[in-house]
């Protein structure tokens, strides 16, 4: 349940810090006080959409955090999304969830104090909270929305997911099958054309990506400077070997005259002679090496030329099919493939229609197997939709859910329609075209009581869904409410004081203005100012002796 809700310059809201109790909690107060921003708050929270207008006027930011401890069934559910998330596990049961939203329109999120996506806490948030609220009564009429209740009340989600499943392998198919199908058979003949040229071009040049790469680079560059690096090489090995002077000859004449030094008695004149001696011998070979491979340095024009045209083609490929050559090498592959798809497309086509079919009479069997198990649990939910109603005050109200067949679709095989007769004598007709507000208010009430035992939510948060009801259904609203209570946490908005005395705890919500500013506060009741809050609910300001007793009347009820 959600323990504690901290809210800070939210809409009219300064500062609140709610901590909700098990059960039923009621919240109250005079229209326009500000009751919607915890909604908001709780929404923000679950990764709803957030709207700057929403911070308060002349606040940089607003905050809101709260502490939600969960039951193991639940804590199970959200530990995989907080592991793929990158969050810290929650410690001792408890999630910490916060959200910022600035002035400027930026946020942040975060979950057990690191930071989050909005995706994730809009993840986390479909684990744990319910909302519902007076538009919310139309997506009752929506046949998506009914389908969906049918299936939560007949534990179809595996059924639902293996259909699913091959619907997907099904769509996967058709939609290649169209891909090759499509089109005009010169669309098709302008595209094998284009990719016979690619092909053919690609091959013909053969790109290499050791010998295309650094490598030719190098080799054009240097024999884009062959005439210079001929000159300065050759002067190199004149001036080690070949031109007078050079350091060959005079390194011999040093020897010499070390040599004479030593037989003179010179000790010194010895080791130089160990440390020249080999220089000779290096020199030598150096000079050779750069002979060697000056004589492999192809300085001509036509080299150059090739060179050049390699380049340029190798520039070209790339600047067509890819980055690199192993870009270059990938898009060959791709094109080829596609290439021999299109050229022997008949033939592939006949293979894929025929996967189509396997995978056409797989989606009919697993929807079949769906069909079998709506079929049994709508006269299940019909019947306990009914007795709930019964004691919603609709007791000749007649209720039922169509379960009929049709070709396959992203849901299954199935469309489902909620039937209706509010009174005794006229025919069921469909929901949508005949139910009162009230009506509907009430159908969604016992449904989602209905429901509540076969959903693992824990948090349902109803926003006056006892709008259009009243009197002694007002109570029976109240006790449902109390009674949902029994397993999950309830937050519920209302107007009733017949609901709001069902609660198991109460918050009112208070407006008051201080100078030229809005103030909106949030405070729990009991003992007698929470008779003094029925009593305003049941009789506005003038709060009469027979007001207060009728509000005490109602808590002694409860």
């Avoid at 193991?72 to 959200?78: D, H, M, R, S, Y």
């Avoid at 295309?212 to 001036?239: V, W």
């Avoid at 299940?380 to 000749?396: F, I, R, S, T, Y």
């Avoid at 999950?488 to 209302?494: F, G, K, M």
Wanted: hydrophobic content about 45%; proline content about 4%; aromatic content about 4%.
């Amino acid at each position: 349940m959600i323990e504690e809700l901290s809210v800070r310059d939210l809409a009219v809201v300064e500062k609140a810090d709610i901590a909700f109790g098990p059960g039923l909690n009621a919240v109250t107060g005079e229209t326009g006080a500000g009751k919607s921003v915890l909604l908001s708050a709780i929404g923000l929270l679950a990764g709803l959409r957030a709207d700057r207008s929403e911070v308060r006027a002349g606040a940089a930011q607003a905050d809101v955090r709260a502490r939600i401890s969960l039951p193991p069934a639940t804590l199970a559910a959200v530990a995989p999304l907080l592991e793929e998330a990158g969050l810290d596990p929650c410690e001792d049961g408890a999630l910490l969830l916060r959200r910022t939203l600035s002035a400027n329109g930026s946020g942040r999120c975060f979950v057990n104090g690191g930071p989050a996506t909005v995706q994730a806490l809009r993840r986390i948030g479909e684990r744990l909270v319910d909302f519902h609220g007076p538009h919310d009564n139309q997506s009752l009429l929506d046949p998506a929305f009914q389908l969906d209740a049918l299936d939560s009340f007949g534990a179809c989600a595996a059924a639902r997911a293996a259909y699913a499943e091959r619907w997907s392998a099904l769509r996967a198919l058709q939609v290649r099958a169209e891909a090759l199908r499509g089109g005009d058979e010169g669309a098709i003949a302008r595209e094998i054309d284009l990719l016979r040229y690619q092909v053919r071009e690609i091959e013909e040049a053969a790109p290499d990506p050791e010998s295309d790469g650094d490598a030719l680079r190098d080799e054009y560059t240097a024999a884009t400077n062959a005439a210079r690096i001929l000159e300065l090489g050759s002067g190199a090995c004149a001036a080690l070997t070949d031109a007078d002077g050079n350091a060959v000859d005079a390194v011999a004449a040093a020897v010499r005259a070390l040599e004479e030094m030593r037989d003179l008695g010179s000790r010194d004149a010895a080791a130089w002679l160990d440390e020249l001696a080999p220089l000779s011998a290096r020199l030598s070979d150096l000079s050779r090496d750069v002979s060697s491979t000056l004589s492999r340095l192809d300085a001509s024009p036509e080299r150059l030329a090739e060179l050049e045209a390699r380049m340029s083609l190798v520039e070209s490929l790339r600047h067509k099919y890819g980055r690199t050559i192993p870009d270059v090498l990938a898009f060959l592959e791709r094109a080829k493939a596609r290439l021999a798809e299109l050229e022997g497309r008949g033939e592939l086509l006949a293979s894929i229609d025929a996967d189509v079919a396997k995978a056409d009479a797989a989606v009919r069997a697993a929807g079949r197997t769906l069909s079998d198990k709506r079929r049994k649990a709508a006269g299940a939910l019909a019947k306990a939709v009914v007795k709930e109603l019964a004691d919603l005050g609709l007791a000749k109200a007649g209720f039922e859910v169509r379960v009929e067949p049709g070709e396959p679709r992203e849901s299954g095989l199935d469309a489902v329609d909620f039937g209706f007769a509010p009174n005794p004598g006229e025919p069921m007709r469909p929901l949508r075209q005949i139910a009162s507000s009230g009506e509907i208010s009430r159908v969604m009430l016992a449904l989602k009581t209905v429901l509540a035992a076969h959903d693992r939510i824990p948090v349902l948060v109803f926003d006056e869904i006892d709008a259009n009801v009243g009197g002694e259904i007002a109570r029976v609203v109240g006790r449902k409410l109390a009674a949902l209570g029994k397993t999950r946490q309830i937050l519920c908005i209302t107007h009733l004081p017949q609901v709001a005395s069902c609660a198991d705890s109460h918050f009112v919500v208070r407006k008051e203005i201080r100078g030229d500013r809005t103030y909106t506060s949030i405070s729990p009741v009991d003992g007698e100012a929470r008779v003094d809050e029925l009593a305003r609910m049941l009789g506005g300001e003038k709060l009469t002796s027979v007001v207060r007793r009728h509000a005490a009347e109602l808590l002694a009820r409860r």
